[in-house]
């Protein structure tokens, strides 16, 4: 309905960030602006949407117009849901309600407040419900080609789609059917073939995309399948405490408790349709174990939603119609007041603070070998806003900044690591380093922390005063912004800054320092498998082992398909003597490579 898109529009654009945000949002908007490639699977269609938007608006921050995409794409997925429930059950005041729902849950509405992609896979999810509800085969295959074109867990709701164009499908002609099916497959073929393309445009992104098989790879996401943790999930303890903290806390208990109490409010088919809907995205969310993995919650959420409006149709029928009004508001009330402060995003500059604090670290000409996500944040300041041209930024992934024409073909960390010592003894640019690179200098040369990166610097040279940049730095912003906006790459950026601290101090000797940093790093940062490994890898340098097997322990608790953990841990363990566990540790790696 458009009063449930006009309202959802105005929450998400009031509590939309104006700036860059943590997470995919800097990367997606850099592939966007610059017509390349992005992440697995590659977004073609998001991308095209988003590129067009960067560079026709002309007003605001570049950041700003991709996160009022994401909350127009949002609330126009509420009001196709407002639809559909009405449709099922009858009810407007149920349609109200089951886009409220939607609208104010917690994993919806952080996506409309940022750049990503889930706000519109959820409008295409929508669309895809509706088409198939209405019998509209074309349309439902249209949506369900886009789908596929942009993110292919649409097919989550292929079982629910199919149950409720069944009777349409009945009455079609094969001609109509083979028509559908034919738009399903050539809007996703045609889309993804112009990730060949893109990566053209971007040669050296993601590992590069030049082939058949690698365009197949990437497509297939196959740099994260170790993130699916198999059917074995299903009982996991760890992702059925998400699943539910997110549902209920998310919800605010009350759209979860209408759903159970509304069921049988919907029609058999409808109902079951919905049932298969939530439990898809349980079942994915389980199995696909990642720090975000709430917004695979997507599909159970507007399940629950529309379970729910069986509620408020059956009041209306049974009771009256202004206690279903009643009940109606106060289930979007209530999570709409329990979420609003962690939602609302306004003021949230974090990742733009990080930004800056990174390239304000570099002197002029600089070097960065970057490493993991925090990439992310550099590529929108330098290649959107045009920030620091004069700095090199290499992706030491080979994933960011054709990063893979500076290593090479071969990118195993021996010959990264001999064309970074080339680069370093070539001497015509200050080389810095995001974290620790894994290995020592040669004779001559050593790694200085200055600031929150490693600096190579020669041997014989003394210790830079980086006060300066301490007291420059936005730590104070970052750390507050991680505290109200909880979220595991918040958290990480968090600790970054007394982690590098702690460094500082043990190059000066100050070990009952460093301790106390350490501790603040995994204080902000508890369930950060980055973090709690980094803190690992700096005690298993110092030979402190027990606190450093303590720490990778910590890492593969907060995130069992952590590979980098497993082998950290196997290495400690070996090195403290116990072969037992180095060889569990090991065992555990293997199978995650599997």
């Known amino acids: 309905m458009a009063a449930v898109a006009g309202a959802a529009l105005l929450v998400y654009g009031w509590t939309a ?307 279903a009004a009643v009940v109606a508001g106060l289930i979007v009330a209530i999570p709409l007041a329990a979420n609003a402060r962690r939602a609302d995003r306004h003021g949230d500059s974090a990742a733009a603070y990080y930004a800056a604090d990174m390239l304000a670290t570099l002197p002029e000409n600089a070097t960065l070998f970057t490493d993991g996500d925090d990439a992310f944040v550099l590529a929108y300041a330098t290649q959107v806003r045009g920030d620091r041209p004069d700095v090199n930024l290499i992706d030491r992934r080979g994933l960011l900044f054709a990063s893979a024409r500076f290593y090479g073909a071969d990118t195993g960390d021996e010959r990264r690591m001999i064309r970074e010592i080339a680069e370093i003894e070539r001497g015509s640019r200050a080389v810095y380093f995001m974290g620790w690179p894994g290995y020592e200098l040669p004779a001559g040369w050593r790694f200085e922390p200055e600031g929150i990166f490693f600096r190579a610097t020669r041997a014989d040279s003394g210790a830079q005063d980086d006060a300066t940049l301490w007291a420059g730095y936005h730590e104070a912003e970052v750390v507050e912004s991680a505290r109200i906006r909880p979220g595991a790459f918040a958290a990480a950026v968090a600790g970054t800054y007394p982690l590098m601290r702690a460094e500082e101090a043990l190059a000066r000797g100050r070990v009952d320092v460093a301790v106390r940093e350490l501790d603040e790093a995994m204080r902000r940062a508890p369930d950060s498998e980055t973090i709690l490994n980094t803190v690992g890898t700096t005690w298993a340098r110092r030979g402190e082992l027990a606190r450093a097997i303590a720490a990778f322990e910590r890492a593969v608790s907060a995130k069992p398909q952590s590979l980098r953990g497993w082998l950290n841990l196997a290495q400690a363990r070996a090195l403290s003597g116990d072969r037992a566990g180095a060889e569990a540790a090991a065992s555990r790696a293997r199978a995650l490579v599997r």
């Not at 995919?24 to 991308?47: F, K, M, N, Q, V």
């Not at 292929?158 to 069944?166: C, F, N, V």
């Not at 903290?245 to 069921?263: E, I, K, P, Y």
């Open 17 to 323: 960030s104006r700036t860059l945000t943590f997470g995919d949002s800097g990367e997606l908007i850099a592939a966007s602006w610059r017509g390349g490639l992005a992440h697995p699977p590659g977004y073609p269609l998001y991308t095209t949407i988003a590129g067009a938007v960067l560079h026709v608006l002309p007003w605001g921050e570049p950041a700003l117009r991709t996160n009022l995409l994401s909350a127009l794409a949002a609330a126009a997925a509420c009001g196709v849901i407002a639809v559909t429930a009405r449709g099922m059950t009858g009810s407007a005041l149920g349609g109200i309600a089951a886009g409220g729902i939607v609208a104010t849950s917690s994993v919806v509405w952080s996506t409309a407040t940022e750049t990503e992609v889930y706000a519109l896979h959820a409008l295409l999810l929508a669309l895809l419900l509706e088409a198939s509800r209405r019998g509209r085969l074309l349309l439902a295959a249209a949506a369900l080609g886009w789908g596929l074109a942009h993110h292919p867990t649409i097919v989550l709701a292929l079982p629910s789609a199919l149950l409720l164009a069944a009777p349409a499908i009945r009455e079609a002609r094969p001609r109509r059917i083979a028509l559908a099916a034919a738009v399903a497959i050539a809007i996703p073929l045609a889309l993804d073939a112009t990730l060949l393309l893109r990566a053209a445009r971007d040669p050296g992104a993601w590992g590069g995309v030049s082939s058949l098989p690698s365009l197949l790879a990437h497509l297939g996401a196959s740099r994260y399948l170790s993130y699916d943790l198999g059917w074995a999930a299903l009982v996991r303890p760890e992702g059925w405490s998400v699943v539910a903290r997110t549902l209920v806390s998310g919800l605010a208990v009350t759209g979860a408790v209408a759903a159970f109490a509304g069921a049988r409010g919907l029609k058999t088919r409808d109902r079951w349709a919905m049932v298969l809907l939530a439990a898809a995205g349980v079942a994915f969310a389980l199995r696909y174990a990642t720090e975000d993995v709430d917004v695979f919650l997507i599909p159970t959420i507007v399940a629950v939603g529309v379970l729910a409006a069986g509620a408020v149709a059956v009041l209306e029928v049974r009771a009256s119609r202004v206690i």
